[in-house]
């Protein structure tokens, strides 16, 4: 079974300028996971989707970032503009439709650094 | 109310030791509680995960250990190698792992010879 797949893998911008990030999750997963996970700490949520709708995206900073999941499938994420205070890995996790214990699957991530 | 506390920060066991990692949460409604093992430049991978209605879980050098009366659980490994330095987490979930993780600090471990 194929990975969960990100890209870029890395990724370096200037502060005020915008970026994007894409993630592929598992074949027939239907939760889709962003987590931002900054240096030395564990990761965090930021948004997680059930199919294409949002299940809970209150830890977001919607000023800045975004994320869509069209068609149920690929997600992308944007920061909008980008602070220093957003350089960090983000992580896409997914996992299958709710029956029992759910693992969460993680790709590799990409690692942004804000100059 | 939510956090996952973990200890320690990193730890340093020599080859064919016990490793212990411990984690403590607040939050009695979490029902998930699983181990995530990362690599550098990888994404956190699961190793294992308990649900609170067992004491211990146990596959191959791994092990955790619940407590649900101190809200605390460990993880264990067994005949530690080298292969295993890695950052450990725990985490905690609701509604069985269908919501987020939320996550513990990290453990790094290095096993040496």
């Known amino acids: 079974e194929a990975g969960v797949a990100q890209s870029p893998r890395y990724k370096i911008i200037e502060k005020r300028q915008s970026v994007a990030f894409w993630c592929n999750p598992i074949?027939?997963?239907?939760?889709l996971y962003w987590y931002q996970q900054i240096l030395g700490q564990g990761p965090k949520l930021l948004i997680q989707f059930q199919n294409n709708g949002v299940v809970d995206d209150s830890q977001l900073p919607k000023d800045r970032f975004s994320a869509e999941r069209l068609k149920g499938v690929d997600s992308t994420l944007k920061i909008q503009p980008a602070k220093l205070e957003d350089s960090a890995v983000y992580l896409c996790?997914?996992?299958?439709?709710?029956?029992?214990?759910?693992?969460?699957?993680f790709g590799d991530g990409t690692r942004l650094s804000i100059l | 109310q939510q956090q996952v506390k973990q200890s320690p920060q990193s730890l340093i066991v020599q080859k064919g030791g016990i490793s212990i990692i411990n984690c403590a949460y607040e939050n009695t409604a979490f029902d998930y509680f699983p181990w995530y093992q990362q690599f550098p430049g990888k994404g956190p991978a699961l190793l294992i995960a308990i649900r609170p209605d067992v004491s211990e879980k146990k596959e191959g050098r791994f092990t955790i250990s619940f407590n649900k009366s101190a809200k605390q659980f460990s993880l264990h490994i067994m005949d530690s190698q080298p292969g295993d330095s890695a950052t450990y987490f725990c985490?905690?979930?609701?509604?069985?792992?269908?919501?987020?993780?939320?996550f513990g600090t990290g453990t790094r471990l290095t096993i040496i010879p």
């Open positions: 985490a905690a979930s609701f509604n069985f792992g269908n919501e987020k993780l939320t």
């Open positions: 074949s027939g997963h239907a939760t």
């Open positions: 996790a997914s996992s299958p439709p709710r029956t029992g214990n759910q693992p969460q699957h």
